[in-house]
């Protein structure tokens, strides 16, 4: 320690004019202050726990004057904000992120270090919150971000998820979960509002009656009511003084303590309802193999999209004197289906509470709502079994039947005669069990629906919902996604970062299409070689990591061949591990055969009830354990699996990797925005042509892309014509090696029905192609390996990956969202003079 951070015997408060500056003096007086005052605690008995906390409310302090200039500004101009409902958001760490939104990294740096601290040390302490499960939570936090950076007006909207996704660790190869538990701590950034709760209403039955005009109307009698609790986090754009605040909801009982039954004795009684109602936002995405887990998941959904329009709604009644023209100064994003449910409560609020007509509600509902789809796989189009939505939210059955009702009228009067298409479009799906299709209820309740990549978008309108498309046209847009580039490059990357704006400034953070200035260097050697150990500084870094958690020595010069992401069939994980072992027999064939070293990374998290994907997790980690130990391989193979992957990992992985894997089945992956961050930090991508992998090549060059397999079109005739997985295995000798392989047990002790589920499934099955694209694949892997060798080659291609990813920072994502969907515009928020007295306060001296 340098100097005590507290002096001894000296009162830790020293009156200053400014009391929230960022001169490094006052940065280091705060500090001190808010480890005294906030955490109760002085140097000598501090942990780093308490030093990073005391760090984060330092840099909140420094926020809260923008956040409440930012609503002040919202408040008198009565401005029209983007409201984002979202079941996940993986926002990453918030130090770091602050850090450089508020130009402070280095001033805090030198406070912390002239208070004899480590900030690195200090930015490790922050878990990260686990909010999200994978790219749909990454792109809302990237799109809060952004807007917040083109200083657009607006809220997201989510839960507060006691524990997230859950912490995954390994043992003896398999995924095991446990439970998350970011806020053991308590969560700095977060500023409770309990005077701002909502009463969310669940069972019970409805009854009709006649109001004071003798109108028929209905009443919903519920059973059983939870309390939502807001939390608010402060999202700060970067280089401008808005803060927009991200507002997630924690479930509280109605009564907390039943004195009754505790005076009974009956102590669990007691706190019974408190328990069940918190459980609402305990933890992300229960499972739902179970009845009681998919009633977990839509009272979930219903919950925080009941708080959310009660929020929303109060906010417009402040400055408008009805709901009729809500559309105006509202604008609300439906991140996939999870908050689909909004359409008919928004539309049971204003016909039961507000008294509006139907046709009047209907039109306000849906210029209101926009619906983002997320996926082409028919099985995460949610729906509901129709007893299920009877049972927790009648009234909104109700509603949804009336909404079909009235559409399928329209449609017999469009197409008359055709039964076919309106079984296909009703809200209602009707063969066997009745379910509630919510995809269907976003279609038809909002007045836009998107897709997330060029080629998502046209598998939409030609399949996924080519009858909706059919029906409104003009409702489809593409809005392909984008990453921010503050948290993917300047804050994972800062050595890249900081050799870019050596040389063009930093308005690249801004405008990303700026650094295509840079493509004057491609050829100049001393360019391309500063370029090169910046590569490989990032890959020594990850290689200390890796070393660090998993005790494997990677080699920084090797190929780091990466694949990070959900783990899932479609993706094709288990593709890039038979190329693996295609290597791996190639060596045991002839030990002295030349092969590119390569070190595989994978990481990412299966759900805990998708057998299969946990199966493709132990299959890495078998196939680690043998390779990583075989006499014969020398090294030139190495197999990682990366445990508990997140954003913070990601931040470390992404500026590290020479080869990005996207090798998802041509027509499944929607969009996909780890190969952008990937991208953008100089990785080369072997890829199909799937999701955004399609307009990262065209950006990018043909020529600096690595392309196999299928087309979707190709897929999609193949398993017309009758596609035989078995004819892959018995005529391709390489292939039929690698399966036998693992089917012989030679990569589980013996034991040949470990690995038998997933062969089985390759054999027999195939439903995502990989002995289709197998040999394409293995293919293009030698190429990548030729490249790799050729220094100067791939530096050039690295350099150019990288600086033509303007296209996919979210800051055009939004931008497009903005004037295509929203119409919403910009509105800055002013700070000169700004005092917390002009906000109506008063200031205690």
């Given amino acids: ?21 960022t001169s490094v003096e006052t940065l280091k007086r705060a500090f001190a202050d808010n480890l005294f005052y906030e955490l109760g605690k002085y140097e000598a008995i501090a942990s780093k726990e308490d030093f990073y906390m005391a760090l984060a409310y330092t840099l909140r302090d420094r926020l809260l004057s923008r956040w409440l200039k930012t609503f002040k500004t919202y408040d008198d101009n009565n401005v029209k904000i983007v409201y984002y409902l979202s079941a996940e958001f993986l926002m990453g760490r918030h130090l770091g992120n602050s850090l450089i939104n508020l130009h402070l990294y280095d001033r805090i740096r030198q406070a912390v270090e002239e208070s004899g601290l480590d900030l690195d040390e200090l930015l490790e302490q922050e878990p990260d919150p686990g909010l999200g499960n994978g790219g749909l939570g990454r792109l809302a936090a990237c799109f809060l971000d952004s807007l917040a950076t083109l200083e657009i007006p607006a809220v997201g909207y989510g839960i507060r998820y006691e524990f997230g996704i859950f912490h995954q660790i390994m043992q003896d190869g398999w995924q095991a979960e446990i439970p998350d538990k970011w806020l053991r701590f308590g969560n700095p950034w977060e500023i409770p509002r309990p005077d701002q709760a909502i009463d969310v209403n669940f069972g019970g039955h409805t009854e009709t009656y006649h109001d004071e005009k003798g109108r028929e109307r209905i ?3 519920p059973a059983k009511t939870v309390i939502g609790i807001p939390y608010d986090t402060p999202v700060p754009g970067y280089d401008t003084n808005t803060v927009n605040p991200l507002r997630l909801w924690k479930a509280e009982a109605s009564d907390a303590f039943n004195f009754d039954a505790f005076n009974a004795g009956n102590y669990d009684g007691a706190v019974a309802d408190k ?13 739902d193999n179970t009845p009681q887990g998919k009633q977990l998941r839509l009272e979930q959904q219903y919950f925080f999209v009941a708080c959310s329009l009660r ?31 909004a359409i008919a409560e928004l539309m049971r609020l204003l016909l039961d509470e507000y008294g509006i007509d139907w046709d009047s509600a209907w039109r306000v509902t849906q210029k209101t709502f926009a619906y983002t789809n997320h996926t082409l796989l028919p099985e995460a189009l949610e729906k509901w079994s129709v007893g299920l939505f009877e049972y927790l939210l009648p009234r909104h059955l109700q509603v949804i039947y009336e909404i079909n009702r009235r559409f399928i009228e329209d449609v017999r009067r469009w197409y008359p005669g055709d039964n076919d298409l309106i079984g296909r479009l009703s809200l209602i799906e009707e063969s066997g069990e009745k379910y509630v299709r919510m995809a269907h209820l976003a279609c038809v309740g909002s007045h836009a629906v998107n897709g997330v990549a060029a080629l998502h978008t046209e598998l939409l309108k030609q399949d996924t919902l080519r009858d909706f498309y059919k029906l409104w046209p003009e409702k489809f847009f593409n809005k392909t996604n984008g990453v921010t580039p503050r948290r993917w490059i300047l804050l994972s990357n800062p050595t890249l970062s ?5 040389k063009i400034g930093d308005g690249w953070l801004k405008d990303l299409d700026k650094l295509r200035q840079l493509e004057a260097y491609v050829d100049d050697p001393e360019f391309c070689e500063q370029w090169h150990q910046i590569k490989l500084y990032n890959k020594k870094l990850l290689a200390d990591y890796i070393w660090k958690f998993n005790g494997i020595e990677a080699d920084p010069h090797s190929i780091f061949d990466i694949q990070v992401k959900r783990i899932h069939e479609y993706k094709r994980q288990h593709l890039d591990v038979l190329h693996i072992i295609t290597l791996y027999n190639r060596i045991k064939q002839n030990p002295n055969t030349h092969i590119c070293p390569r070190t595989f990374i994978f990481g990412g998290k299966a759900a805990p009830g998708y057998f299969m994907a946990k199966l493709i997790i132990k299959l890495i980690n078998a196939v680690a354990e043998v390779v990583n130990k075989d006499p014969d391989v020398r090294g030139r193979l190495k197999v990682v699996f990366l445990a508990n992957f997140n954003a913070s990992l990601g931040q470390r992985i992404y500026p590290a990797a020479d080869l990005s894997e996207q090798i998802s089945t041509a027509g499944k992956e929607a969009s996909g925005t780890g190969n ?3 991208a953008m930090n100089g990785s080369l991508t072997i890829g199909t042509l799937d999701g955004a992998n399609i307009e990262i090549r065209e950006e990018a060059g043909f020529e600096n892309f690595f392309l196999f397999g299928l087309t979707a079109e190709e897929v999609y005739n193949l398993k017309l014509k009758g596609y035989k997985p078995s004819d892959y295995y018995n005529n391709n000798p390489e292939l039929k090696a690698v399966i036998d392989r693992i089917s012989s047990g030679y990569f589980s002790h013996g034991n040949q029905e470990m690995f038998k589920p997933l062969v089985d499934s390759l054999m027999y099955h195939d439903e995502y192609m990989l002995f289709a694209d197998y040999q394409s694949y293995i293919d293009c892997q030698r190429e990548v390996s030729v490249a790799f060798q050729d220094s100067k080659k791939w ?37 000169e003079g700004y005092n917390p007295e002009s906000a109506g306060l008063r200031v205690i001296n």
């Avoid at 328990?275 to 499972?287: A, F, G």
């Avoid at 900081?498 to 050596?502: G, P, T």
């Fill in 311 to 341: 929020d929303i709604i109060k906010r417009h009644l402040k400055h408008n004197s009805s709901l009729s023209n809500l559309n105006e100064t509202a604008a609300i994003q439906l991140n996939d289906t999870h908050p689909a449910i």
């Fill in 676 to 678: 952008m961050k990937f």
């Fill in 219 to 221: 009443r919903w009698i």
């Fill in 795 to 831: 530096t050039r291609m690295s350099i150019l990956n990288a600086l033509r990813m303007g296209k996919f920072s979210s800051d055009r994502t939004i931008g497009e969202y903005c004037n295509e969907i929203w119409n919403v515009k910009s509105v800055p928020v002013e700070m």
């Fill in 275 to 287: 328990m069940r109602s918190e459980t609402i936002s305990k933890v992300l995405y229960p499972n």
């Fill in 498 to 502: 900081e050799f870019y704006s050596s």
């Fill in 1 to 21: 320690m340098t100097e005590p951070l507290i002096p001894v015997n000296e009162c830790p408060i020293q009156i200053e004019d400014d009391r929230t500056g």
